[in-house]
RNA sequence: GCCCCCAUCGUCUAGUCUGGUCUAGGACACAGGCCUUUCAAGCCUGGUACAUGGGUUCAAAUCCCGUUGGGGGCACCA
């Protein structure tokens, strides 16, 4: 038997990264099985509809490397994969339910349901719906009339659902809701419309978040009702925020999209993901894997039960590892579009640019835990810098007039280089302290904070040589300037 | 309120099914040190966990029950 797994997203919102990490399973789920992924839209719901939602969706799965071998369009002879392009289907099936007697029409209004789930809440009671629809003759409620379609579940006995991972989980039928099929506005809900597709689609395997489990034995009972074979359950754990709920909107940036505007490579993430709440185990130690290991070693029957907190701290890591391990040339096409978004270069890369920025890779790699992190880290190249206080050119143990002096042999120095270069300068600038009688730290640290602007930078010589000799000497001059200010001033 | 799921370091987890090799292993984070022009990276060292009570057993993190704690669900939303 193929294995066909899907991912249902409804176009209500942007994929957050929750969802995504059940995606991750069952995309892991299906490449290790030679099965299939299947992609569905369920957008039954008109009234929460996001117009773009669907373009982002895909686009964050294309991001992310989680590609499907049928559903939005990618036909595999089970479409439309579109439910607003299934209604028939849904209505058909419905009424064929009323037909057997065993779902009703249901007229009765919104504020009177609500009456009942209240009065039921006061009670101490499951609030549910009363039945009184469920008990009136066939026909009483016209088909032409406004109405909603209600499966009839039954009081008594229990129903009983299989979990791949945690066992036989039971219900009480008395518990269960007489769920509604369909809506006055004709459309489906969820219930009849996932059980729907899932059947006709071939659907083998539903690993879904465990949020769904207390909504399963509805799904049971439908497939009663149909008289079809229920695909086999796999619940996975929630992620949750750093407050310990489920991670959800109001943790803030949590798309997808997000994760890849904070400058999060999509590799990483993906590994991350893959190991929120699932390990190798059998004593594999190892954190970073390429894909193919994963999809080689993944095993759902792995997957662990509790909920998992998202911990930025480890993606950060985990992200930087990554970017440490890349080919400088690729990390620079990663790179050019966060200068190019904070404006620091012009889309547009004047070629004469370039040096510059192949010279800034190898500087901020093994700095860098996303890749906007480059943007604060490089910014005194590409723009001007405001000048730091007096006191930062004056290194401990030293006065301004020594800072003056050691500026001035810097400029000296400088100047007089045939090639302005990190190699060039690097043993001249060491002997010149030497011969200022300082440490290599203490001048280093005052040309640092005056031709960057930070008192923390990528390693000085190449930040140096990518400033380029003018634009350094001028900075060491308004450093020199800041200084005598302060002096007169008497403040230092 | 009712129903359901879950329970090893702060966090992600290995170990639990197939009790002994676990004075509980790894990773992130944290602390200290080394390296060092700053920051990183790298290396070394350190602290921190089997929620709790009762069983079963020669022996329990591992099996059973209760308690507590956490999470989730109870729509004409998915």
Redesign the pocket.
């Known amino acids: 038997m193929t294995v066909r797994v899907r991912f ?1 997203p ?1 176009p ?1 919102g942007y994929p957050h990264i929750g969802n995504i990490r059940t995606v991750v399973f069952n995309w892991l789920f299906a490449r290790q099985q030679n099965g299939k992924l299947i992609l569905r839209i ?1 957008d ?2 008109r009234s ?1 509809y996001v117009a773009d939602a669907l373009k982002v969706i895909e686009d964050s799965l294309s991001w992310l490397g989680l590609d499907w071998d049928e559903g939005l369009k990618r036909d595999g002879g089970y479409g439309p994969y579109v439910q607003s392009q299934r209604l028939h289907i849904y209505r058909e099936k419905a009424e064929e339910l009323i037909a057997k007697g065993l779902a009703y029409r249901c007229n ?3 504020d009177r ?1 609500e009456e009942v ?1 209240e009065a039921m ?1 006061a009670r ?6 009363d039945g009184r629809c469920r008990i009136k003759a066939a026909g009483e409620v016209p088909a032409e009339e406004l109405h ?1 379609i209600r499966l009839k579940v039954p009081h008594e006995g229990t129903t009983t659902f299989h979990d791949l991972l ?1 066992g036989d ?4 039928n008395a ?1 269960i ?1 007489d769920q ?1 099929l369909l ?3 004709r ?1 489906p ?2 219930h009849l419309a996932v059980v729907v597709d899932d059947h006709m689609m071939g659907i083998t395997h539903v690993l879904r978040g ?6 399963t034995p509805k799904r049971i009972q439908l497939y009663q009702a149909f008289g079809w074979t229920p695909p086999i359950y796999i619940h996975v754990p ?1 992620v ?1 925020g750093p407050d ?3 991670l959800g909107k109001r943790h803030g940036a949590t798309s997808v999209d997000e994760f890849r505007r904070q400058g999060y490579l999509p590799d990483a993430l993906f590994n991350f993901l893959a ?5 190798p ?3 594999d ?1 190892q ?1 970073i894997f390429t894909r193919q290991e994963l999809i080689e070693k993944f095993n759902v029957h ?1 997957i ?6 998202f ?1 930025y ?2 993606l ?2 985990m992200n ?2 990554y970017i ?1 391990q890349m080919d400088p040339q690729e990390l620079l096409d990663c790179l050019i579009p966060f200068w190019v978004d904070a404006g620091l270069i012009p889309s547009e890369i004047p070629t004469e640019l370039l040096p510059t920025l192949r010279l800034l890779v190898p500087l901020v790699q ?2 860098l835990k996303t890749l906007r992190d480059v943007i604060p880290l490089t910014d005194f190249v590409f723009q001007e810098i405001k000048m730091l206080p007096a006191e930062a050119f004056v290194p401990k143990k030293m006065t301004a007039e020594e800072s003056i002096r050691a500026i001035r042999e810097t400029q000296r120095l400088l100047s007089g280089l045939v090639q302005f270069t990190a190699e060039e300068m ?1 043993g001249p600038m060491r002997e010149l302290a030497k011969e200022l009688g300082l440490k ?2 203490q001048l ?2 005052i040309v ?1 904070n005056a031709v960057t602007g930070k ?7 190449g930040s140096l040589q990518a400033v380029g000799r003018e634009r350094t000497l001028r900075r060491l001059e308004q450093a020199e300037q800041v200084l005598l200010a302060s002096i007169e001033s008497g403040e230092v």
């Open positions: 249902a409804s209500t369920e039954t719901d929460r009765c209004s919104p349901l789930r809440r101490g009671e499951t609030p549910m719906y909603v945690r989980i039971s219900f009480e518990l809701d509604v809506k006055s506005d459309y809900t969820y465990d949020d769904w489990i207390p909504s929630l949750l310990g709920k489920k190991l929120l709440g699932w390990a185990g059998e004593g130690e954190e792995r662990n039960l509790s909920p998992a907190v911990s701290d480890k950060d890591w930087g590892a440490r093994e700095r690097e290599a730290g280093f640290g640092r008192e923390v930078s990528p390693p000085l010589f």
